[in-house]
C-alpha cells in the first residue's frame, strides 16, 4: 500500500533536507524524511560541531603552552585526557543532535522514517520504497522530491591502502586513545584542520600534500604562511608529495611516497627512512583527508530520470531541479561548496520553488569560506589570478599582521590580509584573511563584495579599535598610504 499525499518526501537528515522541510512545512506542506542512519547529517554529528568543539580544546591547552609569549607569565603544561575529551565531544553533539534536529522535527510535526530509500515507479511517476531499519517496508508518493543524501569521505587508489585500512576525518574524531605519531594526507582545510588538532593534543604529525603547496586553493601568501605556522608548531610538512602504497603491521603504518624528483626529502625529518621504492614514513595511525564524493549509491536515480555526473554528484538546474522535474536535490549530494550554510540555502530554495513556483536562484559570487585553523584562513570573492584569467586589471595589496594593532596585544602577529581589487574602478574583488578571527573578518568582507564597495569606501569605513576586524580597513588604506606612518587610531 502506497501512502501518499505528502507535498516534499525529503531522503536524508542533514541541513539541507532539514532547511527545506522547515521551509515546506512553513508554507503549509505536508513532510516525510527518510533517513537510514543518525538523524543530523555530516554536520552535528561527524563534522562541523565535533571538529570545531576538539579544535577549541586543543587551542585552549595550545593557549596554556605558549603563554610565555605574554611578559610576566609562564607556559603551562596540560595533560590530555582523551577519552574523556571524546566523551564530552559527544555529549555536545547528541545536545544539538536532539534540540536542532530530531525535536525540531517534532516540534514541526513531519515524520522522520528511518529506512533506506529507493526510487521505483517510473520517472512520469516516481515513488520512494523505503526498507525500514526495524524491518518491513513503506512506500512513500510525494507531489516533489528532495534527494539531500550528503557526502562521505574518499580516497583515491593507493596500493594496499584499502587492505590497510586508515581513519577519516569522521574515524580519527572517535578514536579510543590518542596517537603518538599520524600522516595525515592531504593539505586543504580538512587535513589542515586535523592536523592541527591532533598535534595541539601531543601527536607526533606528518602532513602530505600531493600539490605544490598546502591550502592549494588559497592565495600563495597564505599557503607559505600557513606552512610556517605548523613548521612551528612541529608539524612535518612536504607538498608536492604522493603516497604509493600503504602497509600496515602491529605497530601501526608505512607508507612509500614519491616527492618531486623522487630525491630525499630534507635531512633531519623525523621517521623517513630511504626506500627502493621511494621515501617511507612510518607512523601509528594514518588519516586520509583527500576529499569527499556524493552519496547516491543505492538510489536508483537512472530509473527515476536523475542524471549524475562523474563522480556520483545529483545534476542540477540553478533551481536545485534534477532533470526529473519533480525530483530535486541539495547539499554536497550535488557536488557544489561544501559548506553547511550553502546546504541549508539550497534546501531552502528547493521548498520555495517546489511548492511556491518561485524560480528563485542562488547567488555564489560573494560566497565566503573559512578554515578552522589557529590562525584561522578566511576568503570570499576572486584570487588575484582569478583576476587576470577573467580579463580584469587587477591590483592587489598585503598587510601583514605586525600592522594590526589587535594583532600586536595579542602577542600574535601570524598572518595577513590581501584585498584584490579592480584597478580601475577600484571595486573589491576578493578578500584573503590568515588571522585569528578570521572568519568574523570575512563575513564583514562579504559584505562589502555584496554591496559593490571600493577600496577607498572600505578605508573610509568606521572600525572600532583594537578589534582584528580592523585590519580589514587597514588592508584598504594601504592602497593609498604606508601604514607604518599612521597612528594607532589613525582615520
Not at 515524520?111 to 520512494?128: D, K, N, R, S, Y
Not at 531499519?133 to 574518499?154: D, F, K
Not at 602532513?207 to 597564505?222: G, K
Not at 598585503?398 to 577600484?426: C, F, I, Q, S
Amino acid at each position: 500500500m502506497t501512502e501518499s499525499g505528502f507535498d516534499l518526501a525529503v531522503i536524508g537528515s542533514g541541513s539541507a533536507a532539514f532547511a527545506a522541510a522547515i521551509a515546506a512545512t512553513n508554507q503549509g506542506g505536508r513532510v516525510v524524511m527518510v533517513e537510514r542512519g543518525t538523524t543530523g547529517g555530516t554536520c552535528v554529528n561527524v563534522g562541523c560541531v565535533p571538529s570545531k568543539a576538539l579544535l577549541a580544546a586543543a587551542e585552549a591547552r595550545h593557549g596554556a603552552g605558549t603563554a610565555g609569549r605574554f611578559p610576566g607569565l609562564a607556559a603551562a603544561e596540560v595533560p590530555v585526557g582523551f577519552p574523556a575529551l571524546i566523551a564530552g565531544k559527544d555529549a555536545l553533539v547528541e545536545q544539538l543532535r536532539a534540540e536542532k534536529y530530531a525535536d525540531l522535527a517534532a516540534g514541526y510535526g513531519w515524520e522522520i522514517v528511518h529506512g533506506t530509500a529507493t526510487f521505483t515507479g517510473t520517472a512520469q511517476a516516481p515513488v520512494l520504497e523505503v526498507a525500514l531499519n526495524e524491518g518491513g517496508s513503506r512506500r512513500i508518493e510525494a507531489a516533489h522530491y528532495l534527494v539531500a543524501t550528503g557526502s562521505a569521505p574518499w580516497a583515491p587508489p593507493v596500493e594496499g591502502l584499502d587492505a590497510a585500512g586508515y581513519q577519516t576525518s569522521t574515524t580519527a574524531m572517535a578514536l579510543g586513545a590518542l596517537p603518538e605519531s599520524m600522516v595525515v594526507v592531504g593539505g586543504n582545510a580538512v587535513g589542515l584542520e586535523q592536523a592541527q588538532l591532533f598535534a595541539r593534543l601531543g601527536t607526533e604529525v606528518t602532513v602530505i600534500e600531493a600539490l605544490d603547496r598546502l591550502a592549494p586553493f588559497e592565495e600563495p601568501e597564505i599557503s607559505a604562511a600557513i606552512e610556517q605556522v605548523l613548521a612551528d608548531e612541529g608539524i612535518t610538512v612536504h607538498t608536492g608529495a604522493t603516497l604509493t602504497a600503504v602497509e600496515h603491521d602491529a605497530d601501526g603504518y608505512t607508507l612509500t611516497i614519491s616527492q618531486g624528483t623522487g630525491t630525499d626529502l630534507p635531512a633531519g625529518t623525523i621517521g623517513l627512512r630511504r626506500a627502493d621504492a621511494g621515501t617511507r614514513v612510518r607512523a601509528e595511525q594514518l588519516l586520509m583527508a583527500t576529499g569527499r564524493r556524493p552519496v547516491t549509491a543505492g538510489l536508483n536515480l537512472d530509473a527515476a530520470g536523475v542524471k549524475t555526473g562523474e563522480r556520483g554528484e545529483v545534476v542540477v538546474d540553478e533551481f536545485q531541479r534534477t532533470t526529473n522535474e519533480r525530483i530535486w536535490a541539495a547539499g554536497d549530494v550535488v557536488g557544489g561548496p561544501q559548506f553547511v550554510y550553502v546546504a541549508a540555502a539550497q534546501g531552502t530554495l528547493v521548498a520555495d520553488n517546489a511548492l511556491a513556483g518561485a524560480e528563485r536562484a542562488l547567488d555564489y559570487a560573494a560566497l565566503p569560506r573559512v578554515t578552522f585553523t589557529s590562525p584561522a584562513i578566511a576568503a570570499v570573492g576572486m584570487t588575484d589570478a582569478q583576476v587576470a584569467e577573467a580579463g580584469l586589471p587587477c591590483d592587489c595589496r598585503t598587510l601583514p599582521l605586525e600592522y594590526v594593532p589587535r594583532a600586536l596585544v595579542n602577542r600574535d602577529t601570524r598572518g595577513l590580509v590581501k584585498l584584490v581589487a579592480n584597478a580601475d574602478t577600484g571595486r573589491v574583488l576578493g578578500v584573503h584573511v590568515l588571522a585569528d578571527g578570521a572568519g568574523d573578518i570575512i563575513t564583514a568582507a562579504t559584505y562589502a563584495i555584496s554591496a559593490g564597495m571600493t577600496v577607498d569606501q572600505l578605508a573610509h569605513t568606521w572600525a572600532p579599535y583594537l578589534t582584528m576586524t580592523e585590519a580589514l580597513k587597514l588592508a584598504a588604506q594601504t592602497f593609498t598610504a604606508d601604514v607604518a606612518k599612521l597612528s594607532c587610531c589613525a582615520g
